[in-house]
């Protein structure tokens, strides 16, 4: 099997060259995301394999399609970004890893709300400058603070477990399944809205979908309790920035902590420190004292990308030998939520 793996960096090389040693595929790394204009590169190549921002829309299938790929192995869980009728229709099978490290996502999320309510991503440049003084920097306590947690699947059953268990936050949770182990240590499942309204800290764990897009918008952001804390490490979509930066502007929010962005494409994962971004919305967002953001980080541990080049690559094998494929994906698994 040939698989054109787009987007990479170098710790896609590393990771996947060390599961490949199982099963001898020919990799051919690509700097260029998958786009319809890249499509052609991977021409010859019986797979394609892509990332979270690769554009795998039906312009960019028809053409991998036409060139030979039959396998798109997405080497992430969310699949937002592939046209999966398209790809259905073009005899294009999908297939994801669809857990790779809960742990990875879940810790990095709790480090991101403590560095952003304990303000220690701002202490540490100040630290660097010598400035020892503690103006500005007063936190609060997560130990008995209401944490809404929106989705409490692999990830954000980790996530409440960590805030009601580890630290005794009060954890409302919204999903449409409910996790009794959860219920067990005292989260308590509400109406998102009640979740939204209530939550002095809100985390986003559910999937992107037409019926999750901008769950937090303006009415949720006017509703919500004066200085609310919202991490979002699922997808950027999950929030109206525009709107989010209206009400940090109105000083109605308490902070912001980004791992994800609206328009993350084409910015996130590339060193963009000599470039003029033209992205005002995000340089807007950059400005606030109180938004602390990365970029995509929160699954880049040593075993979460060890998992995604095995999984991945055991995908590929089992395509190859006409075995089923458990973990792959079809339109009828995305459903409006
Ligand atoms: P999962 O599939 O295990 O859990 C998602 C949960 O969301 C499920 O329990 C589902 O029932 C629930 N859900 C679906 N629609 C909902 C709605 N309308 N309201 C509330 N809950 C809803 O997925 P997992 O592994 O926990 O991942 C969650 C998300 O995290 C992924 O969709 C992905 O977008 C994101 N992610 C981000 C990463 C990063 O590096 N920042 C890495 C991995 C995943």
């Known amino acids: 099997m040939r698989i054109a793996v787009y987007g990479t960096r170098s710790y896609d090389r590393r990771f996947l060259t060390a599961a490949n040693a199982a099963h001898g595929f020919e990799l051919s790394f690509l700097d260029a995301p998958l786009s319809p204009a890249t499509a052609l590169l991977a ?3 019986e797979a ?5 921002n690769d554009v795998a829309d039906r312009a ?16 992430c869980a969310g699949y937002n970004n592939v046209d999966l009728a398209a790809a259905e229709a073009l005899g294009i099978a999908v297939v994801r890893v669809p ?16 560095a952003l ?3 220690i991503h701002r202490a540490w440049s100040r630290v660097r400058e010598n400035n020892f003084a503690l103006d500005g920097l007063v936190g609060r306590n997560l130990h008995g603070r209401v944490a809404g947690v929106v989705g409490t699947g692999q990830i954000g059953a980790l996530v409440a477990r960590a805030l009601r268990a580890g630290f005794g936050c009060e954890v409302l949770a919204s999903d449409p399944v409910v996790d009794a182990g959860l219920e067990a240590i005292g989260v308590r499942y509400v109406e998102r809205e009640v979740l939204l309204r209530e939550a002095e800290i809100v985390t986003l764990h559910c999937p992107l979908t037409p019926g999750t897009r901008h769950l937090i918008d303006a009415r949720v952001l006017a509703a919500a309790r004066p200085g609310l804390v919202i991490v979002n490490t699922s997808r950027g979509a999950l929030i109206d920035t525009a709107a989010l930066i209206e009400a940090l502007k109105q000083r109605r929010i308490g902070g912001v902590a980004l791992d ?5 494409a084409g910015v996130f994962f590339d060193d963009l420190s000599s ?24 699954f880049l541990t040593e075993e979460a990308l060890t998992a995604i080049g095995e999984t991945t690559l055991r995908s590929v094998a089992d395509f190859a030998a006409g075995r089923s494929l458990p973990n792959r994906i079809t339109p009828e698994q995305v459903r409006p939520a």
């Open 48 to 52: 394609a394999c892509v990332f979270v």
């Open 275 to 298: 470039e003029i971004v033209e992205d005002d919305v995000l340089q807007r967002l950059l400005t606030f004292p109180n938004v602390l953001m990365t970029g995509h980080q929160a």
């Open 43 to 45: 021409q010859g190549h």
């Open 260 to 264: 994800v962005y609206e328009q993350e």
């Open 117 to 119: 309510d304990r303000r």
């Open 99 to 114: 857990a790779y490290s809960p742990h990875a996502v879940s810790e990095f999320t709790i480090g991101l709300l403590l």
């Open 60 to 75: 960019a299938l028809e053409v991998l399609a036409e060139g030979g790929v039959q396998l798109l192995a997405l080497r």
